[in-house]
């Protein structure tokens, strides 16, 4: 039987509705009758003053391997000292490459939660960057996908700890510069320490490179009020030069 | 500047870097010792990513500059900070402090603009602070 027009736009309607109504469908409650924690909002950062038990732990350095961290020691000096001469050597951001997983949980701009029942997606507000997170999914392996700037990821909740796993990032993609192999693979919980703060226990495992599993947590505060805003990179007019100094074209207009 | 100053500027930005380092943006081309102040009419004022930017015909200022490039924050980040689009247009008369580009070109970072309504401007410039105001 052909569809009319009128009943394949009907049809298409309640597609789109159910899929709208799975995604943004309140979490589904556990065993015990308890719902997960409501985390959709806008964020950012939270710096409490110094001893505020909302504020986490210090970020540790990569706990890279002895070679490996030598060197990530010498790119870092490297770095302050052309930083101090005024000469900053270029990075992805000088090119208005987003920075991915986990780098964009690091701020400073914020990023908005919005959580489903099978869903959950992070958007970091700067490069309008997207991270999408499945629940009720086994992961891939990295033979089902392509290296990139997210990666991969499923979360499941354990209790009030939403735990993401991800996998699949590009080489260049670093997190603190240091290096990864492409079988990093990036553990995250989040919960509420206090209802409008938020920490991410972020936990980094590549034996190829690390000697240990290394974690950074960070906090962020509740925006009750904020909506995210656009951000596209209209006109860069910053550049690396020939020696990979990030520089600013400066140009009379005509 | 002599050169000991310069020294000093110099230690004191390797300081301030390493809380910096992992910052979006290098604010590291921008001269921290000095500042400089331009009056001038505004040609264009652009509303966009990853800086907002700010042309400027220069009428008062350090000799040699008829024209001036100044480089604002993410506008995102101004926005936050209670700037509009509608802030400063074309064609007004404006005092801009600003922290100038360390290799000479005639561009710099904006620090403080005072528009024809009287209103005093501050850009949510990251560690203000660390760029000394100089007359």
């Known amino acids: 039987m052909r569809a009319t027009k009128a009943t394949r736009r009907a049809l298409a309607g309640a597609a789109i509705a159910a899929f709208l109504t799975g995604m943004l469908a309140p979490a589904a409650a556990d065993a015990q009758g308890r719902s997960p924690p409501d985390l959709t909002g806008s964020w950012e950062r939270h710096r409490a003053p110094p001893g505020d038990p909302t504020n986490p732990p210090p970020e540790a350095s990569p706990p890279l391997k002895p070679a490996l961290l030598a060197e990530w020691q010498v790119r870092r000096a490297a770095a302050q000292a052309a930083d101090a001469r005024g000469e900053p050597i270029a990075t992805g951001y000088t090119h208005c490459l987003p920075d991915g997983v986990p780098s964009m949980m690091s701020g400073p701009f914020p990023f908005e939660i919005l959580q489903g029942a099978t869903q959950l997606n992070i958007t970091q507000e700067a490069y309008n960057q997207t991270r999408r997170i499945y629940f ?63 920490w991410d226990e972020i936990t980094i495992e590549d034996p190829e490179v690390l000697e240990k599993p290394w974690t950074v947590t960070f906090a962020y505060r509740r925006m009750p009020d904020y909506s995210i805003l656009e951000y596209v990179c209209e006109d860069n007019r910053e550049y690396a030069d020939e020696n990979g100094i990030g520089r600013l074209r400066v140009t009379k207009p005509e | 500047m002599s050169q000991y100053l310069r020294r000093i500027a110099a230690v004191l930005l390797l300081l301030v870097v390493p809380l910096a380092a992992w910052a979006h943006h290098s604010f590291a081309i921008f001269d921290h010792s000095r500042t400089i102040t331009l009056k001038g009419t505004v040609l264009s004022f652009q509303w966009t990513n990853p800086h907002g ?83």
């Open chain 1, 136 to 198: 009720g999914r086994p992961q891939v392996t990295l033979d089902d996908i392509e290296l990139g700037f997210y990666g991969h990821s499923v979360g499941e909740w354990q209790g009030d700890t939403l735990v993401v796993d991800t996998i699949g990032i590009k080489d260049y993609i670093r997190f603190r510069d240091a290096p990864h192999s492409p079988d990093m693979r990036i553990t995250e919980r989040f919960r509420l320490v206090t209802p409008d703060v938020l």
């Open chain 2, 53 to 135: 930017y700010l042309e400027l015909d220069v009428a008062e200022g350090p000799e040699g500059i008829d024209h001036f490039t100044v480089e604002l924050t993410s506008i995102n980040m101004l926005r936050r900070a209670g700037w509009k689009s509608s802030d400063v247009h074309d064609g007004d008369e404006v005092t801009a402090v600003i922290a100038p580009l360390l290799n000479g070109e005639h561009g710099g970072l904006l620090l403080e603009l005072k528009v024809p309504d009287g209103r005093t401007l501050v850009p949510p410039v990251p560690a203000i602070t660390s760029f000394k105001r100089t007359p």
